[in-house]
């Protein structure tokens, strides 16, 4: 099966794509929260014919919600109502940006690593999901 993670964040959206069936998981693009973003998105959806979607669900380190969990809320919405052939589901994405930022840290990357970051995180995310199957 063929997963799409995605980093929800106001101004940009982190990607990554990975199968069940390997297990293993790619960091693909950071798209913009805009227009042009959400098209791009959907040409990756379609494109890859992914069959699950993981929506990062940042929970606090005190269990409460993030600040933006209603536009999370709103993201997942959207999503389920021009892709309701999909299954989507928020996923908890406690400390994938601090891990996605040691791996980044590591790594010689030629890349703005602010803009990759988020991609990173949802490639973290994605992993946990795909061994938890």
Known sequence: MKVLALDFGLKRIGVAIGSSDIQIAFARTTLQNNESGM?????EITNENIETIIIGNPVQQSGEDSPIIDDIHTFYDLLTKYFPH??????????????AEKRTRT????FNKGILIDSYAAQVFLENFLTGL
């Open 39 to 43: 098209i791009q998105l959907a040409k």
């Open 86 to 99: 999909i299954s989507i589901q928020l996923y908890n994405e406690q400390y994938s940006t601090k891990i």
């Open 107 to 110: 790594k010689k990357n030629p």
